[in-house]
């Protein structure tokens, strides 16, 4: 790839997004942002959410909806933050409750922004294209299934893939039943991280070589289901 041409590129990306370009920034880097500042603050304010877990508890699935339904956050960094605080069970009871009511509030936001643009951005993208087009007018469980496959993959962002579904404008039968099973399997992952994390003291050797193989073991697996689903939705959408 030439360098020189990098930033011609990158202009003619946006503007071939037009109207849509403010959001493809919120979709694609306040993630980053995000994930940046909950760091920063993740020590004190995980403590405090565990030390005061029922109203912390609430608070962590409010935070989900507004700050994951808005593109503010990753689900995978706020999922490590609530298994270190909460545990795992209930860590992932909270969690998949905020993602699913943050992924439909996204859903419908951005629903009613798309226009009809862009399909015609998508020609210049093969990949994104043929997910759009195999979403477009499938069955219900067709749908469920594609969406089910691009939850499943760690590299597909969170609100990206809303932004994707809502453009396709998918059955939202389709789009939550895809997502809450989708997410399941990541989402306990990241989940019992945190749980893990919170657990681990080297002043006991044995359980904390214990469970850093768990941690490690658990990465290793959402990668391979990532790699899985990730094959299986190129058969399916180019078929």
Known sequence: MNIRNLPNKIRLYFKELGTLTPIALVTTFLPVVGSSILLAIAYPLGFWLKENWAVGG???????????????????????????????????????????????????????????????????HPKAKAIYQALLGQSVWRATLI????????????????????????????????????????????????AGLSELSFENSPDSWLIISGIIATIVSVLVIGIISKRALKHLTYQ
């Open 58 to 124: 609430v608070l962590y699935v409010l935070g989900i909806v507004i700050f994951c339904g808005l593109a503010l956050l990753p689900t995978n960094v706020i999922g490590i933050l609530g298994g270190w605080a909460f545990g795992f069970y209930p860590g992932i009871a909270l969690l998949i409750s905020g993602v699913v009511v943050a992924s439909l509030a996204s859903f419908l936001i951005h629903s009613r922004i798309v226009g009809d643009k862009l399909p015609r951005v998508f020609d210049a």
């Open 147 to 194: 969406i089910f496959l691009l939850r499943l993959s760690p590299a597909m962002p969170f609100a990206l893939t809303n932004f994707l579904m809502a453009s396709a404008r998918v059955p939202v039968k389709s789009f939550l039943l895809g997502t809450f099973f989708g997410m399941l399997p990541r989402s306990s992952a990241v989940v019992f991280v945190g």
